[in-house]
């Protein structure tokens, strides 16, 4: 008998991939948790029956996520990352050698613990000496810790359940305040093609709050449409004005120079989401 698992990805548009075998499903306090080894993505994570990441295309949201943010800061000493428990956000943000702190703050500690057990290629950051995870709240987080890091970075599901605070105008606010006098954001923006107002929203939001605010793209195959938006709002370094020669070597299989300044060219209908 043939198992499949389905997302909906809109109340109209759904997508289903061939499963081999459910590895795990639990319930948190805050959401369903599963495993399933897919025939087409390997091992992938679904929260609330919603797709968050899976082996087989994982890297690309993670090192967009990740250098984008730490590539523009010139010395990023203090990182904090909220969300991203499966680990692979962690990974990438340690292959920067200027980080000397990554505070983790992840909801939801059934996640952390499916991570480690079936996600061992993504969660082998967290064993590195710098990160520090905490089980707490992000939007409490950002509000007890002023002044304190030079990049943050959103790793969070789509708008819902414990992450609905994480888009909110008062969040963006807290996250200015608990970025030092040069620091930056980074969060996952979602589709540009069926999250639209939601983008608008947080665009307009940011750039009453920042001076300097960017959308950048990249193309995750299992995230609905494929296109996927990050923001990156800085306090001020430009991430177009950087020095590309001083980055750091990278191993990574997306992220590079080059995609670092194309990621930032817009087609019309995604830049009409950010400049009206
Ligand atoms: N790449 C993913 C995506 O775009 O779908 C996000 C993956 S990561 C698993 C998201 C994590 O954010 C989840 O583990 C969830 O528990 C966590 N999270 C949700 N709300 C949170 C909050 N308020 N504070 C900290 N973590 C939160």
């Known amino acids: 008998m043939e198992v499949w698992f389905t997302e909906d990805q809109t109340k109209d548009l759904r997508i289903s991939v061939r499963v081999k075998e459910v590895l795990f499903s639990g319930q948190s306090p805050f959401q369903k948790v599963a495993v399933y080894d897919t025939v087409e993505f390997g091992r992938l994570l679904a ?79 967290f064993n590195d000496p710098r990160v520090e995870i905490l089980v707490d709240d992000g939007v409490k987080h950002v509000k007890e810790n002023k002044n304190t890091y030079d990049v943050i970075m959103v790793d969070s599901p789509d708008p819902i359940g414990p992450a609905v605070g994480l888009y909110g105008d008062d969040f963006y606010r807290n996250v200015h305040e608990a970025l030092r006098e040069d620091g930056l954001l980074v969060a996952q923006t979602e589709s540009p093609h069926f999250n639209r107002d939601l983008i608008a929203r947080v665009h307009a939001t940011l750039k009453n709050i920042f001076p300097l605010v960017r959308m950048f793209w990249a193309v995750v195959p299992t995230y609905p449409g494929g296109a996927w938006t990050f923001t990156l709002a800085s306090k001020k370094y430009d991430p177009l004005a950087v020095d590309m020669d001083k980055f750091p070597a990278l191993k990574t299989k997306w992220y590079s120079p080059e995609i670092h300044r194309s990621a930032f060219v817009l087609p019309p209908y995604f830049q009409e989401l950010v400049t009206g």
């Open 47 to 125: 929260l609330d029956n919603i797709i968050q990441t899976n082996i087989r295309d994982e890297y690309v949201y993670h090192e967009m996520l990740t250098h984008v943010g730490l590539n523009t800061h010139p010395n990023p000493k203090k990182v904090l990352l909220i969300g991203g428990g499966d680990g692979g956000s962690v990974r990438e943000i340690v292959k920067h050698d200027n980080v000397e702190k990554v505070v983790h703050v992840e909801i939801d500690q059934m996640v952390i613990d499916v991570a480690k057990k079936f996600f061992p290629e993504l969660s082998v950051g």
